[in-house]
């Protein structure tokens, strides 16, 4: 897909920056449209964007709660990009729990904006191109065209980070992956996250499996593989 035919979402209450980016990602050739407030976005055809640029502050319902709203009430994927003032590391954790593809401290440089926006849609067009297929062992199915986990028939939400990783792990029974190998596959080279982040989605993959999250296992010293 062209560059022309890429739909941006700017979601921002900030106006002059809202129009600074809108006038350079026009510049690099994609079609933008803007936002002031998560319930002005919330009125749009999210799905027919390709990239939700999002801040987080931002009046009654915040950047958090959009995006918990996308990914769990209506079950869109489309990717999102936060750009925050907000730059703790609870504040970052927080942002990929809930399913960012990548997260911008503020203030960040157009350059900077320019190269993730380019590797997230890379990333999303890649994925898209994957066949559909089911993963089962055991009581568990993981419908990867969906993006779906079932456990004893159950459906079981995962956020994107945490599906990719337990497809990654599917995909591979038995091969360890580091925490570096985990965070280059799974968020790339282009984001700047901790091996912590690693743990923390593990931690939560456990969690969410159930009496199955035994298989998940951590070679010390090596890292995490899945075992049957």
Known sequence: MEKKDKKILIVDDEEDLCEILQYNL??????????????????????????????????????FKFADILRKEKNIETPIIFLTAKDSENDILTGFSLGADDYIPKPFSINELSARVKAVLKRAGNEKKKQAAIVRFGEIELDTH????????????LTKKE????????DNPGKVFSRENILEKVWGNDVIVTERTVDVNITRLRSKLGEYGSYLKNKTGYGYYIEF
Do not use: P, W
């Open 26 to 63: 026009i510049n690099e050739g994609y079609n933008t449209e803007i936002a002031h407030s998560a319930e002005e976005a919330l009125k749009r055809s999210l799905e027919d964007f390709d990239l939700i640029l999002l801040d987080v502050m931002m009046g009654n319902v915040s950047g």
């Open 146 to 157: 969906r993006k779906r986990l079932i456990v004893h028939d159950e459906k079981v939400e």
């Open 163 to 170: 599906y990719e990783i337990l497809r990654l792990l599917l």
